[in-house]
């Protein structure tokens, strides 16, 4: 289908939700990109941008196209869910959801922490973690690393950093689903409900925490952000310094979860590249790296028009919710030979968008890079032979606007006995 009308009008009948999406959204955006790159699509209620030209335009341009409500409900919400939430056009301010200057603020206050020289000396303590948790399941020569080893993984480090306990990290995740859950409202009202009681608790949660943790400070990021909340005239709002750390836990964990069972999947299903990496570990920043760019972990990145645009040959309204897709434009043919290919040798695979650009270039890409990189060199290094289970075949995660998966059965040579 090449013309631009109906190819549009099919689009916009596409469910975004549905199983062929989750498999395999690339072949839509491929079309698209040729004929229709900017178009409105009903299940997700928004305009989707497919190109990567269109897409860097929108992320630079903050005046036009607003992050504020990136984390609002994309449908009217139930009277049952606004009774438990509040008013729903209310927001928390996180660096995912404020324009500059406030976003240029708080970034200024997390800045120190998540700087590269920062991260960099977190490497041994990263890589501890990963051992412990290989430790706890390397003689039994199977796993699903999800579970496993992926989630704990990246919840333990970003914990950490916030000084979280350990035992709470489950339920953070949960909640932090929730969250998400209430932005996109595509289930049942009973199901959402439910979804809003656990957002609530979520808010609650880390009001309790920054309460005690004002009486007895840690060496944490969270205790430096109460300071940063006491200190000067760029300090944190109540309400700043309640949602700051409940977006860190959301994104600091879920996107590096993804990407580090995309890179497996894509490694393990690739005997040279395989091998390749098992001889020279140098290669696995690359690996990483491709892995970002072909696979990435977030499918889309969302503003809000501020005034009517154009944009992509067509004109959309103020107030309109855009999602840019950069999982489209990471396989763009003008930008990649061969963009299908997995290729960790492509000399230009950093130019990828899966990190954003401009003023919310993601902060915490130097973590997500190390995260990633070091996973796979523990798992590379410690289970011989590691290879997926073919009686399991992985299996991708449904949650709305990411792209990773859910289960990841794999088998590995047992380890000697002592």
């Not at 944490?220 to 309640?242: C, F, P, T, V």
């Not at 696995?284 to 972990?297: F, K, M, T």
């Not at 954003?356 to 410690?382: I, K, M, N, Q, S």
Request: proline share 8%.
């Amino acid at each position: 289908m090449t013309e631009p009308d109906a190819l549009r009008a099919a689009l916009a009948a596409e469910n975004l939700f549905g199983p062929e999406h989750i498999v395999d959204p690339y072949p839509l955006y491929a079309q698209a990109r040729r004929a229709a790159p900017v178009f409105f699509n009903a299940s997700a209620s928004c305009w989707m941008v497919t190109r990567a030209e269109d897409i860097v335009a929108v992320l630079r341009d903050t005046e036009r196209f607003s992050s504020k409500y990136l984390m609002s409900p994309r449908t009217p919400l139930a009277p049952e869910i606004v009774a438990l939430l509040g008013d729903p056009d209310a927001r928390l301010p996180t660096l995912l959801t404020t324009d500059p200057p406030d976003h240029t603020r708080l970034r200024g206050l997390l800045s120190k922490g998540f700087s590269p020289q920062r991260i960099a000396a977190m490497e041994p303590e990263i890589r501890a973690i990963a051992d412990a948790l290989i430790d706890g399941f390397i003689a039994d020569a199977r796993a699903d690393l999800v579970p496993r080893f992926a989630f704990p993984f990246t919840s333990f480090v970003i914990g950490d950093m916030l000084g979280m306990p350990r035992a709470d990290i489950a339920r953070l995740k949960r909640w932090s689903d929730d969250w998400i859950r209430i932005v996109w409202s595509v289930e049942p009202v009973e199901q959402l409900v439910e979804a809003a009681r656990g957002l609530v608790a979520f808010r609650r949660y880390f009001a309790e925490v920054i309460a005690e943790r004002r009486r007895r400070p840690g060496d944490d990021l969270l205790s430096a952000l109460i300071q940063a909340h006491l200190d000067g005239d760029a300090r944190l709002s109540e309400e700043e310094l309640i949602a700051v750390p409940m977006q860190l836990i959301m994104a600091g964990h879920e996107t590096t979860l993804h990407l580090i069972s995309n890179a497996l999947v894509l490694l393990l299903e690739r005997p040279a590249h395989l091998a390749a990496a098992r001889a020279d570990r140098g290669l696995l920043e690359h690996v990483v790296e491709e892995a970002l760019r072909l696979d990435a972990p977030v499918l889309w990145i969302s503003r809000r028009t501020t005034v009517e645009v154009e944009l992509g040959g067509v004109t959309i309204p103020a107030g309109a919710t855009l999602q840019l897709a950069v999982c489209s434009a990471n396989r763009e043919e003008r930008l990649f030979g061969e963009p299908a290919t997995f290729d960790p040798c492509r000399p230009n695979a950093d130019r990828h968008l899966s990190f954003g650009r401009g003023t919310h270039f993601c902060l915490g890409a130097p973590l997500a890079r190390l995260e990633a990189r070091v996973a796979l060199e523990r798992l590379l290094a410690r289970l011989p032979n590691l290879r997926l289970d073919p009686e399991q075949p992985p299996e991708r995660a449904t949650a709305i606007g990411f792209r990773g998966y859910a289960r990841l059965a794999a088998l590995w040579d047992a380890p000697p006995g002592p």
